[in-house]
């Protein structure tokens, strides 16, 4: 069965970074395109970034260009996404995606900026 798995996220202080990791299994994860979402409290889940079977990124939330960049390891069926420059807006709950006819998603990963 399919299954996203997210992890690294934290408590970090403005300005910090993390590196976030979802470990997927149970399709074929060199074939698709991989999606981040974030969704912070009170406010709908948002698309974050896109990552390409090839390892390219062809979306940024125009929130977070220039701060968080996206990359995956088809032979680890892992993607990452490297949060820098974290602010408090940033806080939220941080998904991967796969579509496969259906969306599936992991737990998430709490993502949590202050001082």
């Known amino acids: 069965q399919v299954q996203l798995v997210e992890s690294g996220g934290g408590l970090v202080q403005p300005g910090g970074s993390l590196r976030l990791t979802c470990a997927a299994s149970?399709?074929?994860?060199?074939?698709?395109?991989m999606y981040w979402y974030r969704q912070a409290p009170g406010k709908e889940r948002e698309l974050v970034a896109m990552?390409?079977?090839?390892?390219?990124?062809?979306y940024y939330a125009d929130s977070v260009k220039g701060r968080f960049t996206s990359s995956r390891d088809n032979a680890r069926n892992t993607v990452y996404l490297q949060l820098r420059s974290l602010n408090y807006e940033d806080t939220a709950v941080y998904y991967c995606?796969?579509?496969?006819?259906?969306?599936?998603w992991g737990q998430g990963t709490q993502v949590t900026v202050s001082s």
């Open positions: 990552v390409l079977s090839d390892g390219s990124t062809i």
């Open positions: 149970g399709f074929a994860f060199s074939s698709n395109t």
């Open positions: 995606n796969v579509k496969l006819g259906r969306p599936y």
